[in-house]
């Protein structure tokens, strides 16, 4: 593999390392607002392999925040857009493009018929959040998780902590009682922001993929939650 187009990460991080990085496998499950950055930051790291999961399409209201989201792009599958992004970065990163929401079933097959090196969460629905913390913790594989992004605006209060010691977020305390109710009580970490959300920032939604609201948000908070993720991601795995 050529390290011209990451000689500066080379500088950083040393031969041995990037070479390192070349050979492990990241996944990523959520390419909204926090997961595609999320997964191009991973990628521009110089990861070698990763499998990238949204079933979801580019809208109007992802321009806000959103990184595969313009108006070329709208209506066209985030996994697509995304996929076509990391492959123009690195040519040879060896992507799987899956463009579909995965729960029950197909998540633990994704799981088992591969070898991830890291499993990056970035799901906005609790259900399927849930269901793949619970079975990449009970398969013992490495993950990070992030919590909710929306309603918040200081960047200064964003975090990595374990699950067991969020707090101000009304997600990170759902999914806490979530595994509490699994029997995982801790051991995985989050990404969260400590600041209050915005209660007049929430409106019930009708008619949306596993989301029964909406929050308001602004373009950064998302991007520095997916940043925190794949800064995770490359100092741990």
Same mark, same amino acid.
């Given at each position: 593999?050529?390290?011209?187009? %990451?000689?500066? !990460?080379?500088?950083?991080?040393?031969?041995?390392?990037?070479?390192?990085?070349?050979?492990?496998?990241?996944?990523?499950?959520?390419?909204?607002?926090?997961?595609?950055?999320?997964?191009?930051?991973?990628?521009?790291?110089?990861?070698?392999?990763?499998?990238?999961?949204?079933?979801?399409?580019?809208?109007?209201?992802?321009?806000?925040?959103?990184?595969?989201?313009?108006?070329?792009?709208?209506?066209?599958?985030?996994?697509?857009?995304?996929?076509?992004?990391?492959?123009?970065?690195?040519?040879?990163?060896? &992507?799987?493009?899956?463009?579909?929401?995965?729960?029950? $079933?197909?998540?633990?097959?994704?799981?088992?018929?591969?070898?991830?090196?890291?499993?990056?969460?970035?799901?906005?629905?609790?259900?399927?959040?849930?269901?793949? &913390?619970?079975?990449?913790?009970?398969? %013992? &594989?490495?993950?990070?998780?992030?919590?909710?992004?929306?309603?918040?605006?200081?960047?200064?209060?964003?975090?990595? !902590?374990?699950?067991?010691?969020?707090?101000?977020?009304?997600?990170?305390?759902?999914?806490?009682?979530?595994?509490?109710?699994?029997?995982?009580?801790?051991?995985? @970490?989050?990404?969260?922001? !400590?600041?209050?959300?915005?209660?007049?920032?929430?409106? $019930?939604?009708?008619? $949306?993929?596993?989301?029964?609201?909406?929050?308001?948000?602004?373009?950064?908070? @998302?991007? !520095?939650?997916?940043?925190?993720?794949?800064?995770?991601?490359?100092?741990?795995?």
């Amino acid at each position: 593999m050529s390290y011209q187009w %990451n000689s500066r !990460t080379k500088l950083l991080l040393g031969a041995e390392r990037l070479e390192y990085l070349a050979g492990c496998h990241v996944l990523v499950v959520g390419l909204g607002g926090v997961g595609a950055y999320a997964a191009e930051q991973i990628c521009r790291a110089g990861i070698g392999q990763m499998t990238i999961v949204d079933g979801d399409t580019v809208n109007e209201s992802n321009l806000n925040r959103q990184l595969p989201s313009l108006h070329s792009t709208i209506g066209q599958p985030k996994a697509e857009v995304v996929g076509k992004r990391l492959l123009d970065i690195n040519p040879e990163l060896k &992507l799987t493009i899956l463009n579909e929401f995965l729960k029950d $079933e197909r998540l633990e097959e994704v799981l088992s018929v591969n070898s991830f090196d890291f499993v990056v969460d970035a799901i906005d629905s609790l259900s399927p959040k849930v269901f793949l &913390l619970y079975h990449s913790y009970q398969k %013992n &594989l490495k993950i990070v998780s992030s919590m909710g992004a929306g309603g918040k605006m200081d960047p200064s209060q964003v975090q990595i !902590t374990d699950i067991s010691k969020t707090s101000a977020c009304a997600l990170a305390r759902v999914v806490r009682k979530r595994l509490r109710g699994k029997g995982i009580k801790k051991g995985i @970490p989050v990404v969260f922001s !400590t600041e209050p959300a915005n209660p007049e920032a929430v409106i $019930e939604v009708e008619n $949306e993929q596993n989301k029964r609201t909406t929050v308001g948000t602004v373009s950064y908070m @998302p991007a !520095t939650f997916g940043c925190f993720l794949a800064s995770y991601v490359i100092r741990n795995i």
